[in-house]
């Protein structure tokens, strides 16, 4: 049976390129979950609760937080941090917002930006790159950020990173633990609530998202401070069909109550230590390597072309036959699309603005 590692630290800053992997793996999973959700309700859906991936980030980011930034924060100070975390995810907000205005302007299968004012669009398009949520647009279900939905995950991120850089960083491994309890409370209050874990994006759910960061940042950092590394040899294909099988976890009223707090509160740490913990076959670390530096850009810019399938959708009614190809096709553009963001955009930018040494 695999064991908890036993070091109270980790000596070096090894790079964790299964968890890189994995995050490929559910930034994927939830691409593939918003083209479904647009044309299926959620009891149907093919792949229903790919949305929980944005537990499976926020968790993961905890880990990684803590283990880049626990013994550095002190000496790097306040204002170098902030810009690391800025450089790092900024450029990308900026581009999806700008995707997300040209789309909204030139879909050629809906012209909802008519109702909106010169004025609007500016407001909505500064709100979008200032990561300030600004939810006026019915059309689009009033997204916190209707340029770009999934910024809104960004937003908690930055939050976040602010209460880490201010407050959590300084407290004891036993404050970090009751502090995860009362998150989890708040989680599964929050699934009796709803009836499900699937808001934060929304101005009706908006809270919903504070909820979802709380635990699972949390989780992320306990995690690393107790050394909950399971080592293990399930490698990365197994533990990306782990991952990937929760998303596939039938969505039903009855049972959502229990099953996606346990998929937050339990399976996704488990997933996280164990990846932590896993050995990398060197055949699967071109893989990893690649999953991990396209997942970000594919899922901040994947939303531009969404609202346009689902005018298309809207208009056409095109046949499932036809799905079969559209969606895939859209997604392999996606992917192309986020290639070229990380290639010719991100990295350039980032390497840019990181300071020269």
Known sequence: MSAFAQQPTLKTKTHFEILDGLR????????????????TPHPK??????????????????FVVAYAYDDRLPQM????????????????????????LLAFIFDPFGNQWEAYSGWKLMVLFLASILMIPYPIIGERAFNNFGLNAPAWTLFWEYVANIAYALVLHRLKRIWLLLLAILAAIGLFYVAN???????????????????????SFLAGMYIFRYQLIIKNGLGFPLLALLLAASFFVPFRDEWNLITEPLMIVVYFPLLVSLGAGATLNPTHQGVCRFSGQISYPLYITHYFVLWSFGNYYGQAQPSTQTLTWVIPSLIAMQLVVAYLAMKFYDLPIRKWLSPKK
């Open 77 to 100: 100070g306040l204002k170098t941090f902030f810009k690391s975390r800025l450089v790092r995810l900024h450029p990308l907000v900026v581009l999806g917002s700008i995707l997300g």
């Open 45 to 62: 859906d093919l792949i229903a609760h790919a949305y929980l991936a944005v537990d499976f980030f926020f968790c993961l980011s905890g």
């Open 24 to 39: 490929g793996i559910a930034a994927l999973g939830v691409v593939v979950f918003h083209f479904i959700e647009m044309y």
């Open 193 to 215: 609530s709803a009836g499900n874990i699937s808001g934060g994006w929304s101005k009706d759910n908006f809270w919903h998202g504070g909820a979802r960061v709380a635990f």
